[in-house]
């Protein structure tokens, strides 16, 4: 059975930082391209960033560029996020997303064909 389960969320204030893991199991992690997302409420769900099978391509939204960073530990099948200076619009439920390697790395969530069942990301004072 796939599973990937996310960590890490909270309430965090305005220009802190926060790290998100996401616990892979069921399917071979190493060979597949790994990607965040995130949703609020009344809005499609949104590329944050991914990375390739073997970590070497990333690829960020403008809006996270500069700020977030995501990495991968292939043999403990994790994926991670670190976001620092988090504003108040980084307020969301973020997923982690996963699917076979691609030649370009997919910014579109249909792409992905597993998800995790999310983690509660606030940024407020």
């Known amino acids: 059975e796939v599973q990937l389960v996310e960590s890490g969320g909270g309430l965090v204030q305005p220009g802190g930082s926060l790290r998100l893991s996401c616990a892979a199991s069921g399917f071979a992690f190493s060979w597949y391209t790994m990607g965040w997302f995130r949703q609020t409420p009344g809005k499609e769900r949104e590329f944050v960033a991914a990375i390739s099978w073997s970590g070497g391509d990333t690829a960020y939204a403008d809006s996270v560029k500069g700020r977030f960073t995501v990495s991968r530990d292939n043999p403990k099948s994790t994926l991670h996020l670190q976001m620092n200076n988090l504003k108040p619009e980084d307020t969301a439920v973020y997923y982690c997303?996963?699917?076979?390697?691609?030649?370009?790395?997919?910014?579109?969530?249909?792409?992905?064909?597993?998800w995790g069942q999310g983690t509660q990301v606030t940024v407020s004072s």
């Open positions: 997303a996963s699917r076979t390697a691609a030649v370009a790395i997919p910014r579109r969530d249909s792409e992905y064909t597993y």
